[in-house]
């Protein structure tokens, strides 16, 4: 280990030493302002007493040392400057290296430049075969597209052959089917005849039913004239036998007037009674001929209706039989012409077929003449792979010999990498030199700046440890706790006597209570009755509390830094989420104050009078 090193190592463990008992200052300083008891505080005094004694010698340690540092230092400034000589000595070493180096890398571009044209050669028989390569790769796809045609030729032609068959069957079926529309048709004729000549008669039929008809209604006319002629003369007779009647009763009349005339009447009464009963046989026969008459005639208006209803009748049958007729023969024509459109479809489909059949001819041809061509496709294809396999051997030589000259080249700038890893290595030794001793100069200095800091910090240190031994000492010989609103009433223990409670309220109604600790002793609970303010008086040291019924703040103290005062007032609501939690601490004073419910002090154990 290096002399620089070890004082180095010595002025560590020195800071060391120095910030150890720094921190147990702090630590003694620490314990007394968390209140611990007087006497450990005492204890912890003499103690960083005699760390500071400790920590003087230290520094008188550290004193030497660093004179030695000194020492160290000029030798070390000595070495340096013998360092700096040979580093001249070096540094003319390395320019001729450099010179050297430079030399090396102007052959070595030299080289670079004809590798570089080499491998242009090199790259453009590359491009070269690369475009072999692809018009290869170009002729193999255009060969696969030619057999994927070649092959869906073929089955285009399996296919055209098959749909060929099928359209000769299909071409048989219609012909068939033709035939059998063709006799359909002729019977369909025979028929149509057949039914014109049954509509012929029937015509001549219903001719002669209408003359029939014409002579029954002139018959009927005729038998209607008779019988209005037979009601005139049935009404003359009628009219004659009503005058008979009425000559009878006058003569009735005169008979019974008359005696003589009766007699005369009796002579000829016989015979008009008879005359009488003649007329009235006459009258009745012509009535009962009258009926006969009638009836005949109601028969015969009955048959003429009949007829008319037959003649009807058979109207109705003839124009649904022309009906039928003309359909039929509408159907007939639409027949004819189907079968003359079918006769065009056939005609069609064999000229189709004819079409066909020539164009698989002339596939069968161009697959002949594919495969002829895809023979020398292949032809050509195996004659470039072999010219392909020849500029690839072409290629692979000056490939080698590249790699030959590029091995050349590698070796060489490897020997000039080492050249230039040597002179960085000397370079980085002469730097590290430099920065070590530098940086042995900025510790020294360093070390310099924290003794000082040290010293400054143990006096202040000592200052702070000789007011809290007076602090403590005052605080020993006097405490007082008041409150200073004019209502008093109560004492607490252990203080002088002074006003604690309300004179109105009961303690007992209190929900929040006030706990002073002033340095490690702790004062019976204040109950929180009203708003108003205490004043504690230990000392030198004064600190002015306000309080409510459920709140404490600090609103005036002796100390310094007014900590106590910044950390705020505590409340029943806030003292679980404030910082400091239901504590005011002024350390400078050593005072704390705590807000406490009567459940947190019951659960303590601490009892309430």
Not at 54 to 82: F, G, V
Not at 410 to 432: G, H, M, Q, R
Not at 449 to 468: K, M, P
């Amino acid at each position: 280990m290096s002399p620089i090193a070890a004082r180095k190592k010595t002025i560590i463990w020195m800071i060391a030493a120095i910030v150890l008992a720094v921190s147990s200052i702090a630590l003694g300083a620490g314990l007394i302002v968390s209140h611990n008891s007087l006497t450990d505080t005492r204890n912890q005094l003499t103690d960083t007493q005699s760390a500071l004694s400790s920590t003087q010698s230290t520094l008188a340690d550290t004193e030497n040392s660093l004179s030695a540092a000194k020492d160290t230092l000029a030798s070390t400034e000595a070495t340096l400057a013998e360092t700096q000589g040979t580093l001249a000595d070096r540094e003319t070493e390395l320019s001729a290296t450099k010179d050297t180096l430079a030399s090396t890398e102007a052959t070595l571009a030299e080289t670079q430049g004809t590798l570089a044209d080499r491998e242009t050669e090199l790259s453009a028989t590359k491009d070269t075969l690369a475009s072999t390569e692809a018009t290869l790769a170009e002729t193999q796809g255009t060969l696969a597209v030619r057999e994927t045609e070649l092959s869906a030729a073929k089955d285009t032609l399996a296919s055209t052959e098959a749909t060929l068959a099928e359209t000769q069957g299909t071409l048989a079926d219609r012909e068939t089917e033709l035939s059998a529309t063709k006799d359909t048709l002729a019977s369909t004729e025979a028929t149509l005849a057949e039914t014109q000549g049954t509509l012929a008669d029937r015509e001549t039929e219903l001719s002669a039913t209408k003359d029939t008809l014409a002579s029954t209604e002139a018959t009927l006319a005729e038998t209607q004239t008779a019988l209005n002629s037979r009601d005139t003369t049935l009404a003359s007779t009628k009219d004659t036998l009503m005058i008979t009647q009425t000559k009878l009763a006058a003569v009735k009349d005169t008979l019974s007037t008359t005696q003589n005339e009766l007699d005369t009447l009796k002579a000829s009464l016989p015979a008009k009674e008879y005359e009488l009963e003649n007329t009235k046989e006459a009258l009745a026969t012509t009535e009962a001929e009258l009926a006969v008459t009638q009836n005949t005639l109601t028969a015969a208006q009955t048959e003429l209706s009949d007829t008319k209803t037959s003649l009807s009748a058979t109207e109705t049958e003839l124009t649904t039989t022309k009906d039928t007729l003309a359909a039929a023969t509408t159907e007939l024509s639409d027949t004819k012409t189907a079968l003359t459109a079918t006769e065009a479809e056939l005609t069609t489909t064999k000229d189709s077929l004819t079409a066909k059949e020539a164009e698989l001819a002339a596939t069968k041809d161009t697959l002949t003449s594919k495969e002829a061509e895809f023979t020398a496709t292949k032809d050509s294809l195996t004659a470039k792979e072999a010219e392909l396999a020849a500029t690839k051997d072409s290629l692979t030589a000056k490939e080698a010999e590249l790699t030959t000259t590029k091995d050349s080249l590698t070796a060489k700038e490897a020997e000039l990498t080492a050249t230039k890893d040597s002179l960085t290595a000397k370079e980085s030794e002469l730097a590290a030199t430099k920065d070590t001793l530098t940086a042995a100069t900025t510790e020294l200095e360093a070390t310099k700046a924290t003794l000082a800091a040290t010293e400054a910090e143990l006096t202040t240190t000592q200052e702070t440890l000789a007011d809290a031994q007076a602090i403590l000492a005052a605080s020993n010989e006097s405490l007082s706790f008041a409150k200073l609103n004019p209502a008093t009433r109560g004492t607490d223990p252990g203080i002088a006597p002074s006003p604690m409670a309300s004179a109105v309220r009961d303690p007992s109604e209190a929900v929040a209570f006030l706990l002073v600790t002033v340095g490690t002793k702790t004062y019976e609970p204040i109950p929180l009755l009203e708003d108003g303010y205490y004043r504690l008086i230990h000392g030198v040291c004064v600190n002015i509390i306000h309080v409510t019924e459920t709140s404490i703040e600090m609103t005036d103290a002796s100390c310094a830094d007014h900590d106590c005062i910044a950390q705020g007032i505590v409340t029943l609501e806030n003292k679980d989420t404030r910082e400091g939690g239901s504590y005011i601490i002024c350390q400078q004073n050593f005072v704390t104050l705590r807000l406490c419910t009567r459940a947190e002090l019951e659960a303590e154990g601490i009892v309430l009078q």
